[in-house]
């Protein structure tokens, strides 16, 4: 519109233009906008292009995206840290890992230091392929360079609970502590789910009771995860308490547990004390 009207957009007016396409994916408009801002004033900024590069990652064009950066640095503009993590988490997005390694590499080269989010993303992707090895191996790298955060360790620990590394999960767990690092709720689920894939329902009390001390409740997709683990586990008794604590803390039944209960309600087998506290709970619950 304010084109039209012989009006040059600022570049703060270019960059609310430019996210409003990038978030309802108006291609052709993008491109005019940057058309625009290329052939007239405003010059592009670091900003503008990052946002293009991010949009065209969303959109799975990792080799559009690509395109941007390189037209950056041709036109004298260094990209910054943020453009080049989300190239490189573009690329993961893809599980093209080589070619967000080589990301890292050219970025390292440019001067460009990586920060958590760098390794972050590298570690996720590695994980993502199931190549714990080496995401430990670039885990270590980091520790040399920068601390890790959480969402590092959350990545790991899922990677490792993935690949069946139980012991080294839970060694990478127990040293949050040392590292002045909190476990948040997604770190517990994590660990929790593999506890409960293993049937280590007493060690998931553990952790569940652990939570509460951390001042880090379980939330209702914990609850729902370990219920269920129970209730297919012939654990009907345990399953049936935490359900109803579940209840008590204002959390409801997902459909998956409910379409397992109500089985379990119409199994003519089904105890008959089972039976009648279920019926309880659910009574209870309406």
């Known amino acids: 519109m304010i084109i039209s009207k012989g009006i040059s957009p600022t570049i703060t007016t270019s960059h609310s233009m430019i996210h409003t396409p990038c978030n309802s994916c108006e291609w052709k408009r993008v491109a005019m906008l940057v058309n625009v801002m290329v052939q007239r004033k405003p010059v592009p900024d670091v900003v503008t292009y990052s946002v293009l590069v991010n949009f065209f990652c969303k959109e799975g064009n990792i080799t559009k995206a690509h395109e941007v950066v390189n037209k950056m640095i041709q036109r004298g503009m260094e990209p910054d840290l943020i453009t080049y993590n989300v190239l490189m988490d573009g690329y993961c997005a893809r599980y093209e890992i080589d070619g967000a390694l080589k990301v890292f590499d050219f970025m390292v080269h440019k001067g460009c230091v990586p920060d958590e989010c760098s390794y972050n993303i590298l570690i996720n992707g590695y994980c993502k392929i199931q190549c714990v090895d080496k995401a430990m191996q670039l885990f270590e790298e980091m520790c040399l ?142």
Not at 168 to 174: E, K, V
């Open 145 to 286: 360079q920068v601390n890790p955060n959480i969402m590092t360790y959350n990545t790991i620990i899922h990677g490792l609970c993935r690949d069946g590394e139980l012991e080294a999960a839970r060694d990478l767990f127990s040293n949050l502590s040392s590292k002045g690092l909190q476990p948040n709720v997604r770190t517990y689920k994590i660990l929790i789910q593999e506890l409960c894939n293993r049937c280590l329902f007493d060690e998931v009390n553990k952790l569940l009771k652990e939570m509460d001390g951390n001042g880090c409740s379980p939330d209702q997709c914990t609850y729902n995860m370990i219920i269920h683990a129970l209730l297919q586990n012939n654990e009907t008794y345990r399953g049936l308490q935490l359900l109803e604590e579940m209840f008590a803390r204002g959390f409801t039944i997902d459909s998956t547990t409910m379409i397992f209960l109500l089985k379990m309600f119409r199994d003519d087998g089904l105890d008959q004390s089972i039976r009648q506290n279920l019926d309880r709970l659910l009574t209870l619950k309406r």
